[in-house]
DNA sequence: TCCTGTATGTTATGTTATAACATAACTCAA
DNA sequence: TTGAGTTATGTTATAACATAACATACAGGA
């Protein structure tokens, strides 16, 4: 099962520089953990490098399986911690609609995304519609709900695979 | 942690005559089984029925612990296929970001709903704004993307619990 | 060096969900 | 009314996802 991940990653690769995109984030993640003072150690900059493999949606339990030395002997509180620091710090995303993750395509702005999720690849594709998030804001509004955060995950068919 | 969900329901109460709201549900359900030719059983109704205990939404192994005779040895692939069957009916609403269900508010209507949860009180309300789904197809069409499914929850605080 | 806070390790368990196969119950037609 | 086909439920086992609670290690400043 774990592996329509790599497919999905290896299909991707074709297309651009993957090695490229997973040394841009991870450089990236390395400058805003800086910026905030907060720490990218060892474990954290494998997880997200797990994250970054493709990009569909990665499960907490197949990164477990991935991480190589030396955290061949990590346990799933080791992953989900990370991720949970990853998540704070805006590097990644979590898809309600799969228990899994995915990296953030652009980190260190503050946003209120939408997930596009191809069920034909599975690759995820993150936007940032105003129009979307403007529109849940107006309309929550209007039953009187004040909106602190949410979740829009779309099921669908992406270009490539329609 | 299911308490939040009866005191939920009794906070409902309080303002509705939520005895009546659950009948409707489920004379609406039945009415909509025979229209489709579809088996509205004793254990569905019975799920259903814990569906709409209140307004909030429902965890699957909650209602195993409450169904009652004759269904108290029910396993959890009994609830999960109940709520499979109401879901298919558009009876029932999966809350991806909870792992929980709400009943629908206007079964028979084909609708994409967009859910608000009160992070205060627990209970969900089903909106149906077609600036929301109107502008995630139209955003996603902007991608190359073709829409399926959309699931929109947003987390915040309702009119009461301001 | 020692203190403090943060990160990770470790053990155990809680929670959510489904696969696979067995049995029962309905439906309809002969 | 009975038996064949279909749908629903029971049953067993386990998979998949997630966290509580406590122990240890490690970084960086006083």
Redesign the interface.
């Known amino acids: 099962m774990s592996d329509s991940v790599s497919d999905a990653g290896a299909a991707q690769a074709s297309e651009h520089d993957h090695q490229r995109c997973v040394e841009d984030a991870l450089a990236g993640a390395e400058g805003l953990c800086a910026d905030s003072g907060t720490r990218f150690t060892e474990l954290r900059r494998r997880v997200l490098q797990e994250v970054w493999r493709g990009h569909d949606a990665v499960k907490a339990y197949d990164i477990l399986e991935r991480l190589g030395e030396p955290h061949r002997t990590a346990k799933p509180p080791s992953v989900y911690r990370a991720l949970q620091f990853l998540q704070e710090q805006g590097l990644v995303h979590r898809l309600?609609?799969l228990n899994a993750f995915v990296g953030c395509a652009e980190p260190g702005r503050t946003h209120q995304g939408?997930f596009?999720i191809?069920?034909g690849c599975g690759q995820v594709?993150e936007?940032h519609?105003d129009?979307?998030s403007e529109?849940?804001v107006?309309?929550?509004r209007?039953?009187?709900?004040?909106?602190?955060?949410?979740?829009?995950?779309?099921?669908?068919?992406?270009?490539r695979c329609?």
């Open positions: 309600e609609s939408q596009l191809c069920h594709r936007i519609a129009a979307v529109a849940v107006r309309s929550a209007e039953a009187g709900f004040q909106v602190q955060r949410q979740m829009v995950e779309v099921l669908g068919t992406c270009e329609q």
